[in-house]
């Protein structure tokens, strides 16, 4: 039996990973092999990512005392691991999707992305949403797009005008 203590300090521990989170994730790891779990930690933590397993009712009470997110009760049963990122929210989904496209373990139970709460139905949704380096890239070339045009377009008439320069120097040379 976990004392008292140990409760109120695991519940701290979860109020400090989960306060800064970009992405927090839900995970129902029942089923899964002692083996498939090691995996499943091993590439966790290989993607910058924390995972952590606790109580129901200490995972309740941290989010409680965050005051950030509101998870349904109805996602907090059975055995529910937490995958957590600071980085890059879509992260934990990819993972998550890769794990279960394999063996359908583990299952996501919900979600929360900068603090929108998703289902667990919706994992291939959450896992198909672009990396937040990828937005950015987009953002970047969408805006490089038009001044790369503009140059462009530069370029080309001073190379028209210097053309049009050295046709009317040589008609010149010539005329002479």
């Known amino acids: 039996m976990i004392t008292r203590e140990r409760k109120q300090d695991i519940v701290n521990e979860l109020v400090g990973l989960l306060d800064n989170a970009s992405g927090v994730y839900l995970v129902d790891f029942s089923k899964m092999t002692v083996a498939e779990t ?7 933590h290989a993607k910058n990512l924390v995972y952590r397993v606790a109580k129901n009712t200490l995972i309740e009470r941290a989010v409680e005392q965050i ?8 996602n907090l049963f059975g055995q529910t691991g937490l995958v957590i990122s ?5 992260a934990p989904a990819k993972v998550i999707k890769e794990f279960f496209d394999k063996g359908e373990k583990p299952r996501l139970k919900a979600a929360f992305i900068e603090g929108q ?4 139905s919706e994992l291939k949704t959450i896992a198909s949403l672009p990396t937040r380096a990828e937005m950015v890239a987009g953002i970047l070339g969408s805006l490089d797009a038009p001044v790369s045009g503009i140059v ?4 080309s008439l001073m190379r028209d005008v210097a053309s049009v320069i050295e046709e009317v120097a040589k008609k010149q040379n010539n005329a002479a």
């Open 152 to 155: 462009g377009a530069i370029n």
């Open 67 to 74: 005051g950030k997110y509101s998870i349904p009760s109805a």
């Open 86 to 90: 600071y980085d890059d929210p879509t």
């Open 38 to 44: 090691y995996k499943f930690r091993t590439e966790v």
């Open 117 to 120: 709460f998703y289902d667990g």
